[in-house]
Each structure stands twice: as C-alpha cells, then as structure tokens.
C-alpha cells in the first residue's frame, strides 16, 4: 500500500498494527517500535516530518531500552 502511493489506506493498517502489538508486548516491544518505524517512514514520504520524527524517536527510545536490557531484536 505505502510503495503503491495508497497513504491514506497504508496508514490505517500501520496504526491498527500498532496498537495490536501495543496490546500484545505493551509500550516497550520491538514489533512495536518497528511498527512505529514503518508509519514514521510514511510520514516522511509524505512531508509530515513533525508527526515522523516524534514516531522515529519513539522508536529509538524503545529500541534504547530493548537493548538496555540485552533484549534482542528478531
């Protein structure tokens, strides 16, 4: 959907993705920082860089403390 330039229905499945690992591994999974991630690129794509950088370091954040704790990534 995103490489097919269909934004609108691209960013509902990465925010419905989000908040299914959200549900599942809680605000600190890695599946939900790729998540947040993928829709961050989106954005970007689509010149919403405010809304991308604050995804991207809510990614970074939780890939910080994921590899604190020696979790690794899969």
Known sequence: LHSA???KEAETMYRRTMDLWLQVEGDHGQ???TSMSN???L???QQRLDEA???MFASLK???KLAES???ES
């Open 5 to 7: 330039g269909n934004y």
């Open 31 to 33: 599946h939900l920082a």
């Open 39 to 41: 829709l961050a690129e």
């Open 43 to 45: 954005m970007r794509v």
């Open 53 to 55: 950088e604050k995804l």
């Open 62 to 64: 939780i890939r910080e």
């Open 70 to 72: 020696g979790t690794p």
